[in-house]
């Protein structure tokens, strides 16, 4: 990755849910089912997470491993710092700031080889650390078809000419008019999402 990072360039606010491995040995994920806030402090091979059960419990306190398959871990290889705002039943969700399109690609493939799902729920471009949103795309109003030909589209680099139709429709076994279809409609219902609130 890039070392040097300029302040002023525009960053992408990145929400994702990510469903976690049954087996994934995480005080986010081992202690309750569900919390409504979480702060993680990982240094060295150890850390430390707060929940807060969403069913108005105490704090809860736990420390854990730093592992290979740690959010922790794959986040800062990628010099991000994942913020969990949400855990129900194994799914995290979770915000993060990146430099780039392509960044976003390397970290969804890598939490999908550490940690299982991956699902990009928004974008978001930012001005720099302090400034506020200019456009948000909310993929929530998408079908979950549509959802997921945006996702291995944005992902894979079709928009960045990476990768073909015909691959990305192979990927998913659909035809290419199937899956061109499918990411017409998804790119005009967040245009039109765009404008609404633009004007709004």
Avoid at 10 to 27: F, K, N
Avoid at 118 to 130: I, K
Avoid at 149 to 166: C, P, Q, S
Wanted: net charge negative; proline share 4%; with cysteine.
């Amino acid at each position: 990755m890039s070392g040097t990072v300029d302040d002023d360039a525009p960053r992408l606010r990145v929400d994702l849910d990510i469903d976690t491995p049954e087996a994934w040995d995480c005080p986010m994920v081992t202690e309750t089912e569900s919390a409504t806030d979480v702060a993680i402090n990982a240094v060295g091979d150890e850390c430390a997470v707060d929940l807060q059960p969403a069913d108005g419990d105490e704090v809860i306190r736990a420390r854990g491993e730093v592992t290979d398959d740690c959010l922790c871990h794959v986040f800062g290889k990628f010099g991000c710092v994942p913020h969990v705002q949400r855990v129900e039943e194994g799914t995290l969700a979770v915000t993060t700031y990146v430099e780039s399109r392509e960044v976003v690609r390397e970290l969804v493939d890598a939490l999908q080889g550490s940690l299982g799902r991956v699902r990009l729920v928004r974008l978001a471009v930012v001005d720099g650390p302090d400034a506020t949103e200019q456009v948000t795309f909310d993929l929530s109003a998408l079908t979950p078809k549509q959802r997921e030909g945006l996702e291995l589209a944005v992902v894979r680099g079709y928009f960045d000419d990476d990768v073909e139709l015909g691959e990305l429709a192979a990927e998913l076994d659909i035809s290419k008019s199937a899956l061109s279809q499918r990411l017409r409609t998804a790119q005009a219902k967040l245009v039109t999402d765009v404008f609404d609130a633009v004007g709004a």
